[in-house]
């Protein structure tokens, strides 16, 4: 079956800091993949999606992911963070064969300092 | 409506009573996903609905747990003789078409969700 592993339950920064958050999938065939976040107090929304094409993928707020199908991984990225990127991020994997089913991570939570 | 709802949204009940939560999806959307959210866990996918058939409900914990959607629209997720593991937030989403449908339509749109405390 396939899984999502996200490896940072909780990442705290300072404004100005880069970011990177790992998120790798146990799967063999082709995926769609999601990067899913939630603001405090707000529903999940979409940051960006992957389903084929250029591997460098851009999202709103300046975010990106980059997926690396040898390394099973499509971590998320953003040069500069800002405080109000404070929020939980997570990380999810949509096997193609597998019909619609979306399987998400356990989070991250971003912690970003003024 | 202009978004997915969720009621209700908030719903304390006694070990061992059934409940029954509720999601009206987006006007048109023909995919439906229940999800739980418990602290730490993240997201526990537990069933999806395209149109009225569920293709996969190999999320849901156990025989407790059921889902059924009516008229391709609102959905009902019923919890029997609830226990206090299954205290969470079960969250609803809905896609214009479900992931099969590609990038232009494969994008979930979620609800407030409903915070089931069992005591």
């Known amino acids: 079956a396939q899984s999502v592993s996200q490896h940072n339950h909780h990442v705290i920064l300072s404004e100005a800091a880069s970011l990177e958050l790992g998120c790798n999938y146990s799967?063999?065939?082709?995926?769609?993949l999601f990067w899913y976040v939630q603001y405090p107090g707000q529903h999940l929304q979409l940051l960006l999606k992957?389903?084929?094409?250029?591997?460098l993928v851009k999202g709103i707020k300046g975010f990106e992911a980059e997926f690396i199908k040898s390394k099973f991984s499509f971590n998320l990225r953003k040069p500069s963070v800002q405080w109000s990127d404070t929020a939980e991020y997570f990380c999810?994997?949509?096997?193609?064969?597998?019909?619609?089913?979306?399987?998400f991570g356990q989070g991250t939570e971003l912690s970003v300092k003024p | 409506g202009a978004g997915v709802s969720q009621s209700p949204s908030n719903k304390v009940t006694e070990k061992g009573k059934d409940v029954e939560l509720r999601c009206d999806p987006i006007?048109?959307?023909?995919?439906l996903y229940w999800y739980r959210q418990s602290l730490g866990q993240g997201l526990e996918f537990l069933i999806y609905?395209?149109?009225?058939?569920?293709?996969?409900k190999s999320g849901l914990p156990s025989d407790r747990f059921s889902a059924e959607r009516t008229g391709g629209s609102v959905s009902t997720l019923t919890i029997q003789r609830t226990q206090q593991e299954d205290s969470a937030v079960y969250l609803c989403?809905?896609?214009?078409?479900?992931?099969?449908?590609?990038?232009?339509?494969?994008?979930?749109?979620f609800g407030e969700g409903s915070r089931l405390t069992v005591l």
């Open positions: 989403a809905s896609s214009f078409y479900g992931l099969a449908g590609g990038p232009s339509t494969g994008e979930l749109f």
């Open positions: 609905f395209q149109g009225n058939s569920a293709p996969d």
């Open positions: 799967y063999g065939g082709t995926v769609n």
């Open positions: 999810a994997v949509n096997a193609v064969n597998q019909g619609g089913k979306l399987i």
């Open positions: 992957y389903f084929s094409g250029d591997p």
């Open positions: 006007s048109g959307h023909t995919a």
